[in-house]
């Protein structure tokens, strides 16, 4: 038997309560990873409230992002190895456990120089961050990219992802305190969030260029002074919202604009496989390195769940079992 987080109803954090559960068992293709930690992710919170639009069947256990160290593999699988340092990107079995049974292309191998903690900080937060990077928002050398949230799990791995390729990184944070952090991680200037409505001085910044993409954490409040902010055949790329907003579509027309959405659900396998090569290879480099905020004990899962939605984030909050 193992300790997981059980939800039997969707509801406040309360919801979530730990449980006495079997162990999973490895079947053809399969691998089960002892967990060492477990990342927290706001979506979470929201499939746990049951106003998400796609919702598990109950009970579940949460969580699609982890790391720890492989225990069994089944017949067939020859990618990874008993005893191997991995991160997970989703599950069979959900993430908030002592083991979790994967298939075993949901596994990828963590390099000895990052830590566990690190680990369960990549799958969501990293995986977006490089999807609105190179694959939504076609990010190129040389370009302007303004990160807004640049001190939350997505932003930080943003700024270091287009730091080191290439681009000129202006984020965005609501305190001193986050805008130090983000200058800490690579970013070349940060400002408070109102950037944006300021649009001599983001071509200032850039020469005259203005800013070729943005990453966007909150359009419901945001959207309408990115549009502002961008030039000739700018893209902004919406990853999170927490409600409806108001613009006008002709902002996008003088300058064609787009304005494209972005979910890590969309991705295809060989998409995935693609990006966590690439985030492999970072992570070797050193150029990718998760910052971790609070580490809290698995039992305290309704605590994490709050803390992940309180303020302003500077990294990535962990559950260890």
């Not at 979790?100 to 292309?105: M, N, P, R, V, Y």
């Not at 496989?273 to 992570?283: F, K, N, V, Y």
Request: negative net charge; proline residues 6%; aromatic residues 4%.
């Amino acid at each position: 038997m193992m300790k997981a987080i059980r939800v039997r109803e969707f509801g406040g954090p309360e919801v979530l309560q730990i449980e006495e559960v079997p162990d999973p068992h490895v079947g053809p293709g399969q691998v089960l990873v002892r967990t060492h930690a477990v990342g927290v992710n706001p979506v979470e919170t929201y499939v746990r409230t049951g106003k998400y639009p796609i919702l598990p069947p109950l009970p579940y256990t949460p969580g699609t992002d982890a790391a720890g160290v492989v225990e069994a593999v089944g017949d067939g699988v020859e990618s990874v190895k008993v005893g191997a340092r991995v991160y997970l990107y989703r599950s069979l079995t959900g993430a908030y456990a002592a083991k979790i049974l994967c298939e075993a292309s949901q596994v990828y191998p963590l390099p000895d120089k990052v830590s566990f903690a690190q680990g369960a900080g990549i799958g969501v937060p990293v995986g977006a961050a490089w999807r609105a990077l190179f694959y939504r928002g076609q990010a190129q050398a040389g370009e302007t990219v303004l990160i807004h949230g640049a001190t939350g799990g997505v932003g930080i791995a943003a700024v270091q992802l287009a730091r080191a390729a290439g681009l000129t990184v202006i984020g965005t944070s609501g305190s001193e305190k986050g805008r130090q952090l983000a200058l800490g991680q690579g970013a070349h200037y940060v400002f408070d969030h109102n950037i944006t409505s300021d649009k001599a001085q983001l071509e200032t910044l850039t020469g005259g260029r203005g800013v070729d993409l943005i990453l966007e954490m909150l359009a419901n409040v945001n959207l309408g002074a990115d549009l502002s902010a961008l030039p000739k055949k700018g893209r902004v790329v919406v990853i999170g919202s927490r409600g409806t907003v108001e613009i006008d579509p002709r902002a996008t027309m003088g300058n064609e604009l787009d304005i494209r959405g972005m979910t890590l659900n969309m991705a295809t396998p060989e998409e995935l496989r693609r990006m966590h090569a690439s985030i492999g290879a970072a992570l070797e480099a050193g150029t990718l390195h998760p910052i971790i905020q609070e580490e809290i004990p698995l039992v305290e899962a309704p605590r994490a769940h709050q803390a992940v939605m309180e303020g302003e984030s500077a990294g990535k909050i962990i559950l260890v079992p």
